[in-house]
């Protein structure tokens, strides 16, 4: 299968400061990126489902104003969590599509903790 | 609103025992995902099952879809103790967006 990774894999910053996840697809073209959030010993819920060049959209509960997503080329695709609070330690995982594709790849996730 | 249900969502079994995992969801859907997560890392996939009929045997693990009566199950034959992990079920949404079950924590003891 095809290659995805996030940067970093694990994240701790202080409450109020912002926070930057990269999501690449190593070796395809994205069309579709995706955000999920897992909280311990729970599901993945979708955050918002972002295609290249267009603004994402984000799944009802979601604020857009806190969870930047930036999907600026088919291989890229940022999530920035702004002014984080410690409710928002939680598990994030991207996923890619590609136009080839019949699944997702996953990435191997990113741990974010606020103090 | 599509909605995933896996059961059981715990199990614990003896290795060397036989165990059926079911998933059954709410609206038509010819695509199933199987996932395998292991504490504190990401999904690894384990089936894609695109239609109906389908069936996919990988080791110890079989997983087959029914999309008229919209179940999916995972069989576990013969089990061992490195199958202990979290399963997950999947299906597709709108935009491909993936719905997924709340997840099957796995334990196989000796």
């Known amino acids: 299968g095809a290659v995805v990774s996030q940067h970093p894999s694990r994240v701790i910053c202080k409450s109020g400061t912002s926070v930057k996840i990269e999501c690449r697809s190593l070796d395809f073209q994205a069309t579709t990126m995706f955000w999920y959030r897992q909280f311990p010993k729970q599901s993945l819920m979708l955050m918002a489902t972002?295609?290249?060049?267009?603004?994402?959209?984000?799944e009802q509960g979601v604020e857009k104003d806190k969870f930047l997503i930036n999907h600026a080329s088919l291989t890229l695709s940022t999530l920035t969590v702004t002014s984080a609070h410690p409710e928002d330690s939680s598990f994030y995982i991207c996923?890619?599509?590609?136009?080839?594709?019949?699944?997702?790849?996953f990435g191997p996730g990113t741990r974010l903790t606020v103090l | 609103e599509l909605k995933v249900e896996q059961n059981p969502l715990f199990l614990s079994m003896q290795e060397g025992k036989n165990y059926t995992i079911y998933c059954n969801y709410s609206?038509?859907?010819?695509?199933l995902y199987w996932y395998r997560q292991d504490p504190g890392k990401s999904l690894e996939s384990l089936f894609v099952l695109l239609s109906n009929g389908a069936v996919k045997q990988e080791g110890r693990l079989m997983a087959s879809l029914d999309t008229k009566a919209r179940l999916s199950t995972l069989h576990i034959t013969a089990a061992v103790h490195d199958l202990s992990a979290t399963y997950f079920c999947a299906v597709d949404g709108p935009g491909y967006a993936l719905n997924f079950g709340k997840g099957t924590s796995l334990l196989v003891t000796p």
């Open positions: 609206t038509t859907s010819d695509r």
């Open positions: 972002s295609n290249e060049g267009s603004k994402a959209t984000y």
């Open positions: 996923s890619a599509r590609g136009a080839y594709y019949n699944e997702q790849f």
